[in-house]
């Protein structure tokens, strides 16, 4: 059995002479449902609203760290982004 990804959000940044990068970040799919579960049970008004959210609170309790660097390639070494 494969598993299933939902590209969550994709970022598109266009730098100067045209280059285009794209990053994405990753979901599986059992995660994904889980979130729109839990997230219509906890009052949140989407699936987005209430991934944000957590990932905002991740976000935040690594702020100590505060060096982006460190958590770009811990999110890359997880799969998140590519």
Do not use: P, W
Not at 29 to 55: D, P, R, T
Not at 60 to 77: A, P, R
Request: with cysteine; net charge positive; aromatic share 10%.
């Amino acid at each position: 059995m494969e598993n299933q990804f939902f590209d969550l959000i994709t970022f598109k940044t266009i730098h100067s002479g045209g280059i285009v990068t794209v990053k994405k970040i990753k979901i599986d799919k059992n995660l994904y449902e889980k979130c729109v579960k839990y997230s219509k049970n906890a009052g949140y008004s989407s699936v987005e609203e209430f991934i944000q959210h957590i990932l905002e609170r991740e976000v935040s309790s690594l702020n100590k760290e505060d060096d982006s660097k460190k958590i770009e390639e811990k999110l890359k070494g997880l799969g998140y982004i590519s």
